[in-house]
């Protein structure tokens, strides 16, 4: 199913750590360069930079050939005609990726995975317009608009599982979210029923990654795994998901039950209690980052939407609370594991073992720095009351003029 | 091949020492696994979550407090900060240096914070400058700046870098005619002064890692205020040809120091200002789509080439 061979990408995959090893000194420059030759592939690899731009131009290049097809040769299509035409589009979107990978043997290169994507979009667009009847439109799109999102979701699906994109599964997460509406009116049973596929998904990939824990489909089932307890945790917590509470939350007023049954609504609750701790303990028990880090994020989502929840009062104190917390976990965790025999407690440990985390590290602080919400009023204000807060001009008080 | 296969073979071919084995598969396996990462993220939003909650308490709770309890809160937590980290501060070396705790980095952050908090308030409150809020933050910017090459924290130079950046465009919003312009001239100058700042240091050889927050800041700067004159309908042509030779910098810049965050930029910040400039005007849309595809081309050839010559390390 994998376009790529496991071997290469097992090559790939030693490459990175002997990189990684190497700039940590764990191996010499020596040793580095013989073990280096062991792993040549012919996959062709480019750096995350340049990934990006050329994923940016294939995607203007597609686009525009597509453009100038319907603007060039066909005049005034019909919508079925066009929608066809975007259906064939999207296969040879396919075959030029699957090309460009079994010839020109990309990897993650960003063009093949622009054609990749195009393939996806196309063939949404296709059938939706290929299917549906203009005089009937309305009516016609209930019915096709389900297989549409359905198609949508497999093919993501298939681009995920064939090319190794993460950006794929999360794709067909989101087709999957607008599917129960076309099955039932009732919006208790849609989140149920969304977050069932997802839990679904986490019960296919905790099987299915078993067989593969240190080679290297980790990696993308990691992601995968948590993306899902992500959408699952999202799809139980009404504070966040449901459309009519977010706005009333957002403004500072919590929601009640209102257009759900008490029942459900606080069976959510609990459920927003107990998916957290399952989820980090989980990724912990995994030793999986991306898992952790899911389940880090729901606790901290619940612990911020409890009260909305239970339509209590929210405090100006409440984030210096949270903020105390999350420095008392951080600051315990990291004593905790430093007291253990050389810094290590089952398994685990405070201290940096890769430079990745250190480049992580580098790169995060400048961007966090600057994204910092700005805690200075803006000079516009004449008024004696003091008005803190913004975040969308830059840090420590930057306006938004540059 | 499996990574442990590879090691146990790297093992028998006497490349690697049964020691290093040992911990290399361990590391594979993840034995032990760091908690590095996690922990800094834990404290990064603690203390944005914490200074988040002390500026909208002060902001409504201001009057039931008054203003002696506001002050003296936030000052001592601003004296406990810098207490902190001027006391357990390792001697000043213009090298990259360790912080000396883990935490350091963030009561350092937590500090800066507090302190445009706190000054916001007494500005607020007392009208100390008359309003005269560039003052505050080029005073703020230059404690930053102080802040930042001391302790050696790339949180608190970007918050220095971005008070600068406000402190430039305050300045010139009291001039209300020609905004526009004058905007555009002061973003290139902010970026002329911070990057010859940033190059000049790093020639001396204090804190040279810093270089790097420098040119980022500078080149997404720049080349948005180059932008916006490219995108006026008259007048233009200067600001095109300025475009041209931060292009050609940035590309340079960046495949010499094989850093390709500058040719990305380069790459596309130049197709946006070429592209408005050749396709304004043009109304058929086959030659619009015949642009995008020809050009998009061209620079796919263009970047693929430079990803096969320069680009496979990251």
Known sequence: ?402 | MTIFARLEQWKEQGTISPEQYAQLSGLSRREPFSLFLEINILLYAGVLAFVAGLGWTVSTWSEQLGDVLVLVLLSAILVACFWYCFSRALPWSPAETRSPSPIFDYVLYLGSLVWTVELTYLEKRFQVLSGQWDLYLLATAVLFFFLAYRFDNRFVLSLALSSLAGWFGLKISHWPSHQDETYREYALAYGLLVGGGGAILQRRGIKPHFLNTYLHIVANVVFWALLSGVFERQGYVLWFLALLIACGASLAWGLKRRQFAFVAYAAVYGYIGVSSILIRGINDEIAVFGYFVVTGIAMLVALVLIARRFGRQA
């Open chain 1, 1 to 402: 199913m994998r376009i790529y061979s496991a071997s290469s990408e097992e090559a790939l995959r030693a490459r990175k750590l002997l990189k990684d090893w190497a700039s940590e000194g764990l191996v010499t420059e020596a040793q580095h360069n013989r073990m280096e030759q062991d792993t040549v592939c012919d996959l062709r690899t480019t750096n995350i930079f340049l990934r990006l731009v050329l994923f940016l131009f294939t995607l203007i290049i597609v686009c525009a050939t597509v453009g100038l097809f319907y603007v060039g040769i066909l005049s005034r299509p019909s919508e079925q005609t066009t929608g066809v035409f975007l259906l064939i589009f999207a296969g040879i979107s396919y075959a030029v990726a699957e090309a460009a990978v079994s010839q020109a043997k990309l990897y993650r290169y960003g063009i093949e995975e622009a054609l990749a994507v195009c393939s996806v979009g196309f063939l949404c667009g296709g059938m939706l317009m290929a299917f549906s009847n203009g005089s009937i439109l309305a009516a016609k799109q209930q019915t096709i608009e389900p297989w549409v999102l359905t198609g949508g979701a497999i093919s993501s699906l298939w681009i995920w599982r064939r090319f190794g994109l993460w950006y794929a599964f999360f794709a067909a997460m989101v087709f999957v979210v607008f599917l129960p509406e076309y099955w039932t009116s009732s919006h208790s049973a849609r989140h149920l029923m969304v977050a069932g596929f997802y839990a679904a998904g986490v019960a296919v990939i905790a099987a299915i990654r078993s067989q593969h824990r240190f080679d290297y489909l980790d990696d993308d089932y990691s992601i995968a795994e948590a993306l899902l307890w992500l959408g699952m945790y999202l799809a139980i917590n009404l504070q966040l998901s449901s459309l009519s509470l977010l706005p009333r939350w957002l403004g500072g007023h919590g929601g009640g039950a209102g257009e759900f049954a008490r029942s459900f609504y606080w069976t959510t609750w609990v459920l927003t209690w107990c998916i957290p701790p399952i989820g980090l303990v989980r990724g912990i028990r995994q030793k999986d980052r991306f898992v952790i880090a899911a389940g880090g994020i729901i606790a901290v989502l619940t612990l911020v939407t409890n009260k909305p929840y239970l339509g209590w009062e929210r405090h100006t104190w409440d984030p210096m609370l949270l903020g105390v917390l999350l420095t008392g976990v951080a600051l315990f965790v990291r004593r905790w594991l430093a007291g253990g025999k050389d810094g290590i407690r089952y398994g685990f440990t405070a201290v940096r073992l890769s430079s990745k985390d250190k480049r992580w590290m580098s790169v995060g602080s400048t961007a966090l720095g600057l994204l910092s919400p700005s805690v200075l009023p803006s000079p516009q204000t004449s008024s004696n009351d003091v008005r803190f807060g913004g975040g969308d001009s830059g840090g420590a008080g930057a306006s938004g003029d540059f």
